[in-house]
């Protein structure tokens, strides 16, 4: 639905670029997230997202003096609002270009019902959790998730 694989290389549909457009907008949406690696495959996609400005447990941080009397505290938002999102947006507009621009229709629904996600708690971590991503393309010859792969 967003694109196809040619010679390891994600090659993007319309759809697939409308993927990427919202994944761009994330930090639009979201200031206390930055993205990191991601990439469009032709039926998932995998990205980085992470959570700055925010006390570790997501609250306020008691004593700030960065808050005027009367403001509401930032809290940054959770993987899921970020997630949630994405997701809305995309299967929004997705929905539009089945309607207006002939893009293959999809059965129940665009996204799984949920997600995967994993802490990455240091710089190796997150430099291989960076490879697997860009090396994805290159897997999808043996990618669970490559409906041509048999089991």
Known sequence: MFGEIIE???RLYSAGVMAKTWWLK???KFPLIQTDEYVVMPNHFHGIINIVGAAPSGRPIPGNTN???GQPH???PTVGDVV????TMTTNQYIRGVRQNGWPPFPDRLWQRNYYEHIIRNEDE???FRRYIADNPCNW??????PDVTS
């Open 26 to 28: 994330v930090t639009n």
């Open 74 to 76: 930032r809290v940054a």
């Open 8 to 10: 390891d290389r994600m």
């Open 141 to 146: 010859q043996t990618d669970k998730e490559n």
């Open 126 to 128: 997150l430099n291989r």
């Open 84 to 87: 949630n999102w994405f997701k």
């Open 67 to 69: 808050n005027k009397l």
